[in-house]
């Protein structure tokens, strides 16, 4: 922690004799209660904020940065979650873009919540690793690897690889993500560790509403595809396949998102296990409370149904403060 802080402030007294010196803040506020079915998700309440910053120079689409996200669980201690180092060099214009380092994982990603769940922007808040996405008038498409541990004696490597994007015309398009995690074993190859492979897709096609429209919104369909095995235990690899389609509607400042997975369960590393059911559908009541430039605000009621006879439900509440130049 103390070579992290002071790794920041040479950084910051370097960068302030730059001409093209940028900063941000970032405060957010996180209340999400989770009054779920044990059997196939965690019921808890998670509420906290984090707070983060950044300090860098942007020299001819050339950025450099560095700083802290920390996050603060009510009900804990100061030091119960660790705070995480922010460094990477990016390089962007109109057409690409380009990442190395430590940067934060929100805006970067898009994937469906049942490929990488929404608890990752709480407690694993930046992507370490790389990050590239080309853009055209017609579509854009991504690719990224995190590094999610180093082997060690008590860490197992571990990583994951995807790339998602779109192409479009006029107000059709389709999308694609795709997702890959290896958990390997620790260097002293524990018994009873097992090495574990997940890898799935997911394409779907759809119409959104247009930029001119006073309702806002897209309707799409498709597949999402898994397979998973562990080494040892699963004979060979574990597949599913099933129909995944989504529907969102915003109107002012009151919204609605559907989505649907029925067919076959799925198991993905860091992906919601409600996608574990064979048939899953969840709804999500929004209200945008706050619109401000560099202030949003967002409250929404979620309903869970699994296996067409259990229906769970979750509110959360999220604001978002950003702020710098």
């Known amino acids: 922690m103390k070579k992290a802080l002071l790794l920041v402030f040479i950084l910051s007294s370097l960068l302030g004799k730059a001409q093209n010196f940028e900063y941000q803040v970032l405060f957010e506020g996180i ?15 998670i509420m906290g904020t984090r707070g983060a910053f950044e300090l860098g120079v942007n020299i001819d689409n050339h950025r450099l940065r560095g700083g802290l996200s920390h996050l603060l669980e009510f009900g804990s201690n100061i030091d119960s979650q660790k705070p995480k180092l922010t460094l990477y060099y990016q390089f962007t214009d109109d057409q690409k873009e380009f990442i190395f380092g430590a940067f934060p994982r929100r805006n970067k990603l898009n ?32 690719g990224f690897v995190d590094w999610v541990g180093r082997q060690s004696t008590e860490r197992r490597e571990q990583f994951m690889a ?49 930029d001119e429209s006073v309702l806002q919104g897209d309707i799409k369909a498709g597949i999402l595809f898994s397979s998973y095995r562990e080494r040892s235990v699963t004979e060979g690899y574990i597949t599913g396949t099933s129909f995944f389609a989504e529907a969102n509607g915003r109107y002012k400042n009151v919204g609605i998102k559907s989505v649907l997975n029925t067919g076959a369960g799925h198991n993905f590393g860091f992906g919601d296990t409600y996608y574990r059911a064979n048939d899953y559908w969840r709804t999500d009541l929004i209200w945008y409370f706050i619109n401000h430039e560099n202030v949003k605000g967002k409250f929404n009621i979620s309903m869970h149904l699994v296996d067409w006879d259990t229906l769970d439900q979750q509110q959360q509440i999220s604001v978002i403060y950003v702020f710098g130049k």
């Not at 209340?31 to 309440?45: K, S």
């Open 31 to 45: 209340g999400d209660n989770r009054e779920f079915t044990a059997m196939y998700a965690l019921p808890q309440t």
């Open 111 to 142: 994937f469906p919540l049942a490929m990488l769940t929404d608890t990752l922007l709480y407690y694993r808040p930046n992507i370490e690793g790389l990050l590239g996405e080309v853009r055209w008038d017609w579509g854009k498409q991504n």
């Open 162 to 210: 995807g790339s998602s994007g779109e192409i479009f015309y006029k107000n059709l398009f389709i999308e694609n993500y795709i997702l890959m995690y290896h958990n390997a074993h620790t260097k002293l190859n524990l018994p009873g560790n097992h090495i574990k492979d997940y890898f799935g897709y997911a394409v779907r096609g759809g119409i959104r509403t247009s």
